[in-house]
């Protein structure tokens, strides 16, 4: 899906460079941010298996894709704009696919446990 992603975005003219997704720590309980100057910034101190830090690029590729596509409509600042980005994300990512879910319930139930 990465892979995809990136070809996309090349053949719209939005590439995404080299070096423009970054690992990095958050204050914030984020999982990454996607920014108009083409970076990727994944917060690494709230990853904790691969799948998770795989799941946040697509996310945010996603984003990315969106702000090429639409621009200069699509204002990140204007909650409607934002939400809709948010829900073709969900959809498109995998984010709210059922075993995802599951999982991430799973994980949950367990660190309550402890």
Sequence with gaps: MVKF?????EKYGCGILDGSCWAVHCEKKI???YTRRGWIMV???HMNMQDEVNQVVIH???HAFDDCRAAPMVNWANCPHHACSEIRVGHLSGDCHCKREFLLCQEDSRIVNK
């Design 5 to 9: 992603l990136l070809e996309h975005l």
């Design 31 to 33: 999982a990454g941010v």
């Design 43 to 45: 917060c690494s101190n």
């Design 60 to 62: 945010e590729l996603i």
